[in-house]
């Protein structure tokens, strides 16, 4: 398997991401369960798959390479990519029974992918580039004229109760601003721009759809979930470096929020998402 040197950006990208798919991987049930269904709403717009060349952007530790893998059977391939060496070796192990797949560890945005693959897929892996001008026409470059890209981006913030509820709470104690890193997951939440973004990367027939999909946790679930937050994800940036006492009180006031929105033992929350799609 391939890997491609790191870029001076790709460095300080690829050693954040390290640092959290460590704590991810503790997660990564949970992580899996909340964003499948999300998933599933680019995938379907890849359309037929039977003998695709199929590259999964941010592929994670794999969890739709499987999928993708069967979608486009023995005479297919599908190649993941990810930065972050903890999900690559996670994402191998995980497919290594499957001869059609393999798992690259590099930077998406400037790794040279042969010309030839007739899709690019992506699962909440588009959002992370620091230049997403210059990484989008990269990934055009992957595409054979004709080829097909889906992808699932998260949208706006406020259309995130996850992230509305659990931010506010804790700001509301830390009275801090928000920080970047918890900024990053929605950089391509204007659909506008995305379209922009599509196509001057030399896309053409972008489609940018706004959904608005429902998550429901049991109240066992939303201790998973939160724990991933507070350790893994958007809370940790928002509490790091704080002192343990607003950090305690904090977590509280998240807590609180949470559980004031639990009813019959669940939580139904409404999460914003883009799917965009495109033809090269
Ligand atoms: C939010 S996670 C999503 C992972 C997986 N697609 C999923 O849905 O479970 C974003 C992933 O993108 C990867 N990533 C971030 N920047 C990347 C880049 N420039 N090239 C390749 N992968 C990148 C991260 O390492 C991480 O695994």
Redesign the pocket.
């Known amino acids: 398997m391939m890997t491609t040197p790191p870029s001076d950006v790709?460095v300080a990208?690829?050693r954040n991401?390290?640092e959290?798919?460590r704590r991810?991987l503790d997660y990564?049930d949970d992580?899996?369960r909340f964003?499948a269904p999300?998933?599933e709403l680019a995938l379907e717009r890849l359309g037929p798959c039977e003998g695709a060349r199929i590259i999964?952007?941010?592929?994670?530790?794999?969890?739709?390479l499987h999928t993708l893998a069967q979608r486009v059977g023995d005479t297919g391939r599908v190649t993941g990519?990810?930065?972050?060496a903890p999900?690559v070796e996670h994402a191998r192990r995980s497919v290594a029974n499957r001869a059609n797949v393999e798992v690259l560890h590099?930077?998406?945005?400037?790794?040279r992918f042969e010309p030839e693959h007739d899709a690019v897929f992506?699962?909440?892996?588009?959002?992370?580039?620091?230049h997403p001008e210059s990484?989008f026409r990269n990934i055009a470059r992957a595409l054979r004229p004709g080829g097909k890209i889906a992808f699932v981006c998260w949208d706006g913030i406020r259309t995130n109760e996850w992230f509305m509820i659990t931010g506010l709470a804790a700001m509301s104690v830390t009275r801090a601003p928000l920080a970047p890193a918890r900024r990053a997951?929605f950089s391509l939440s204007n659909p506008e721009r995305l379209r922009e973004l599509l196509a001057q990367a030399g896309f053409h027939s972008v489609h940018v759809a706004r959904r608005v999909e429902k998550t429901v946790m049991s109240e066992e679930d939303l201790e998973t979930r939160l724990k991933s937050s507070l350790e893994v994800?958007g809370l940790r940036e928002t509490l790091r470096g704080l002192p343990q006492d607003v950090r305690r009180r904090a977590v509280d006031a998240v807590r609180e929020a949470l559980w004031a929105r639990v009813s019959d033992g669940r939580i139904a929350l409404r999460v914003g998402v883009l799917v965009a799609e495109a033809t090269r």
């Open positions: 790709s990208v690829r991401w390290d959290r798919a991810w990564d992580m899996e964003a999300l998933g999964e952007v941010g592929c994670g530790t794999g969890g739709c990519v990810d930065i972050a999900m590099a930077d998406a945005s400037t790794h992506s699962r909440f892996g588009m959002m992370f580039f620091p990484a997951p994800t």
